[in-house]
Each structure stands twice: as C-alpha cells, then as structure tokens.
C-alpha cells in the first residue's frame, strides 16, 4: 500500500486528496481492519499526515466517511424501482465479505457517537422500505423488524469478521444467509 507522494498543489487539490484518502482508507479498512495505520492510509493516498488529520480529525471520522459511500450505494440500489429487500441484502452480505468494519459500526449496540446513529438510522429506514414490500409480498413474516435485520446483519458480520479468507467468508455468509431465511421467512 505504498504511493509516491504528489507536491502539494494547495486548496485545489483538496476534493481529490479527500477522495483519495477515502479510497485508501477502504482499502486499508478491509485488510487490516479498523486498527489499520492512519500513516499507511495517507501514504497510500499519496498525502502527507497532516492533509489527512485536516478532512478526518480522528479514526472514525476516516471510517465513517468510507461507510458513508457504501451507504449512498446501498441507497442508490434500494431507490431503484423493483428492488428488493433480497437484493439490498446482497449488497450489504457483498459489504460485509469485502470489509466487516464498517456493517459492525452500524450493527452494533447504539454507540454514544451520534454520527454512527446517524448511519445506522440510514440502513435502517433502507431496510424498512424493502422490509414493508417483502412482507406485503409474503415473503418475509409479518414480525420480522427491522432491528431484526439489523441484528442479523451484524450477526453476519461478526463472524465474517473472524474469517480471514474472502473466499471463506464468501461462503461463510452464504451458510449463515441460509440458516437466517429460516427464520424471517414467511
């Protein structure tokens, strides 16, 4: 995770260094997990510490900001009309196989941070959506809640994260889907 550090071309610069701190964040996120090295992380993005601590004071503002864009696509796909609550689940199980630290920041317990309820009330209501449609289809039972997905994901997500294969944990998350339809399904 190494990148060759730019010259510094002033406030011009700063949206690509944003990006390209995000994109190496994700990266570093999904390898080696929320305690990834922040100086690894900036020189990938080719920036210097100090342009990293300027977009994302601290460590969680760094992943909230990744999650964030895979939020906006979890988003995007459920905004699209016949989507499905299967089909948004997918995509999260795809999250969750590529990088299990950012579905645990939302899944989890409420944080005292507001910015990860934050996150967490934005899956939630995509999964309501998706929810009420499965469950007026018949799909999904009339009590499943949408904390009970939340839970499921995170379930999921936990024990992806002990998984250090991604083949494995492909697979994983396949078994584990299995076994939970069982229990939502109408």
């Not at 570093?28 to 994302?56: E, I, K, N, P």
């Amino acid at each position: 995770m190494t990148a060759t550090r730019r010259p510094n071309r002033g406030p011009k610069a700063a949206a690509h260094n944003r990006a390209a701190l995000i994109a190496a964040a994700r990266e570093a996120f999904a390898t080696a997990g929320y305690d990834a090295s922040l100086t690894d992380v900036a020189r990938a993005a080719g920036v210097g510490q100090g342009s990293l601590y300027r977009h994302f004071p601290d460590r969680l503002s760094l992943a909230l900001a990744v999650f964030d864009s895979s939020i906006a696509e979890l988003e995007a796909l459920a905004a699209k009309p016949g989507t499905t609550l299967e089909e948004v689940l997918a995509l999260v199980t795809e999250q969750a196989i590529a990088s299990t630290t950012f579905i645990r920041l939302v899944t989890m317990p409420p944080q005292p941070d507001p910015r990860i309820l934050t996150l967490r009330e934005r899956v939630g209501r995509l999964l309501a959506t998706g929810l009420a449609e499965a469950q007026r289809a018949g799909r999904v039972r009339a009590g499943v809640t949408t904390d009970d997905l939340l839970l499921a994901i995170g379930m999921l997500a936990l024990l992806l994260a002990e998984i250090p294969d991604e083949a494995e944990r492909t697979q994983a998350a396949e078994r584990i889907w299995q076994m939970l339809r069982h229990g939502i399904e109408a």
